[in-house]
């Protein structure tokens, strides 16, 4: 059984940084694809980064690219993402999530659409 558990979250003033990290447990961690999507109420739901852990090459939606960058730790089957010059527009629950794909297919706009697993999601707040 697979279970992610994300941690991290918080509330920051425009400007500040936090980083999330996702505990990844039953799960071939080393070989799928890893990412985070975002949801803000009465929004639609954005994938914002991926990284497919077997080559390590990350990927990122336009709205964060440049601020936001996803790492892997394999070792510790953790997932992490940092987020520097945090805004108001990124205000949303962010969740963990993993799916078994190419990397082809491992981008940040897949889990805009979907997800195989996810975490149960940890807020974040900017206020301006």
């Known amino acids: 059984q697979v279970h992610l558990a994300e941690s991290g979250g918080g509330s920051v003033p425009a400007g500040g940084s936090l980083s999330l990290s996702c505990i990844v447990n039953?799960?071939?961690?080393?070989?799928?694809?890893m990412g985070w999507f975002r949801q803000a109420p009465g929004k639609e739901r954005e994938g914002v980064a991926a990284i497919y852990t077997g080559a390590g090459s990350d990927y990122y939606a336009d709205s964060v690219k440049g601020r936001f960058t996803i790492s892997r730790d394999n070792a510790k089957n953790t997932v992490y993402l940092q987020m520097n010059d945090l805004q108001p527009e990124d205000t949303a629950m962010y969740y963990c999530?993993?799916?078994?794909?190419?990397?082809?297919?491992?981008?940040?706009?897949?889990?805009?659409?979907?997800?195989?697993?996810r975490g149960q999601g940890t807020q974040v707040t900017v206020s301006s």
């Open positions: 039953g799960y071939t961690y080393s070989t799928k694809c």
């Open positions: 999530a993993a799916d078994d794909l190419t990397p082809a297919g491992c981008r940040a706009e897949y889990f805009t659409r979907r997800s195989g697993y």
